[in-house]
């Protein structure tokens, strides 16, 4: 029977500089919606889709304004 090998322990060598990757960020903006379902969302443009939520159907136009449709 052979027996079985202990596990090997890694050390890290914290005297050493590391080269850390880049990481990439989106930055967002706040827009103020002005009537509507919803009052502030994060967005990376002014203006949204057509949705509806709950009785609500519409969309915020450029100026963040909420149109009924």
């Known amino acids: 029977m052979s027996t079985p090998h202990p596990q090997r322990i ?27 379902p919803i009052e502030s969302a994060w967005l990376t443009t002014p203006g949204t889709m057509v949705f ?5 159907r519409g969309h915020y136009n450029a100026k963040n304004e909420w149109v009924a449709l």
Do not use: C, P, Q, T
């Open 52 to 56: 509806s939520l709950g009785e609500w």
């Open 10 to 36: 890694k050390r890290n060598d914290l005297s050493r500089r590391r080269i850390r990757k880049r990481v990439l960020r989106a930055f967002k903006s706040s827009f103020r919606l002005k009537g509507g």
